[in-house]
């Protein structure tokens, strides 16, 4: 099974795998039927109340996405901030040449203007070929060809983007637990924070690093509370409070960012726990 997260709630709809179904206006309309029969709060989401009701001696799967490694986790959580859909829509974002700088790929927005694009494109062609030409097809005929391609499918992009991406973001990663060593942060939440600060922010500077008094005795959240704060104040003053309520939604582990609510240990398995 896998997971298609609600925009305005935590509540969860199962989508099949195998067999491509969508939850479309029937099935909606279906749920909140059964959902008034029953009682219960009809937003034609199957969460955890509805699946209780409807599967009472079966547990609802976890999102396939905790199987996974910290580090993609981390990248999803803040490619679902970057694009506003979850995962792994995230991962399908893919711009034209809106700004003169080629096509742009993903969650980081790798694109060929700056030369950001070109090796991670290199590096997938020869790590997945297959991938790669199943996307590009015909047109396929080195980093031109990316360049030039106008029958990009839809359907493979997420694939892509997450594979490549992959290949991309350990510096950052590497990066964001350096900074949890500087201020003694443990979990797998203060990764996602850092991560998001390295993407979304560059960086730490040392000024803003002076300000932020944190104390080793300070629980983790309130450290996270802290960094997130001052990180935030040191933004350009039209993003402050944009800024604000994404690190503070990773520091408090729930929180809406542009109107999608989070839980970051429900929907990313990223909470107080060490990584």
């Known amino acids: 099974m896998k997971w298609r997260v ?54 609802i799967p976890a999102p396939a996405i905790l199987d996974d490694s910290v580090q993609f986790r981390c990248m999803a959580l803040t490619g679902s ?3 506003d859909q979850f995962f ?45 030409e199943s996307i590009f097809g015909p047109e396929l005929c080195g980093v031109q060809g990316y360049a030039r391609s106008a029958k990009i499918r839809a359907t493979a992009v997420g694939s ?15 990066g964001a637990t350096a900074l949890c060593k500087d201020f003694g942060l443990l979990s797998t939440r203060a990764a996602a924070l850092m991560f998001d600060i390295k993407v979304q922010n560059g960086s730490i500077s040392d000024r803003v690093k002076a300000q932020i008094e944190v104390s080793r005795d300070d629980a983790e959240v309130e450290r996270l509370r802290i960094i997130a704060n001052r990180r935030a104040s040191a933004a350009k003053a039209k993003w402050v409070e944009d800024v604000r309520a994404r690190k503070l939604t ?15 240990k429900e929907q990313y398995g990223l909470g107080l726990e060490p990584f």
């Open 6 to 59: 609600s925009k305005s709630s935590l509540s969860l709809r199962v989508l099949s795998r195998s067999s491509g179904w969508d939850f479309g206006g029937g099935s909606d309309a279906a749920v909140r039927l059964f959902q008034a029969a029953k009682q219960l709060t009809t937003d034609g989401e199957v969460g955890q109340q509805t699946w209780a009701s409807l599967f009472p001696d079966v547990p």
């Open 81 to 83: 901030f970057e694009t």
């Open 160 to 174: 892509f983007n997450s594979k490549l991406e992959a290949c991309a973001d350990r510096a950052l990663f590497n």
């Open 250 to 264: 990773i520091a408090n582990g729930q929180g809406m960012v542009h109107g999608n609510f989070y839980d970051l």
């Open 88 to 132: 792994p829509d995230c991962f399908a974002g893919l711009s034209g040449d809106f700004d003169g700088q080629g096509i742009s790929f993903g969650v980081l927005q790798w694109n060929l203007g700056q030369g950001s694009l070109q090796p991670l494109l290199q590096k997938i062609n020869t790590t997945d070929p297959d991938l790669v």
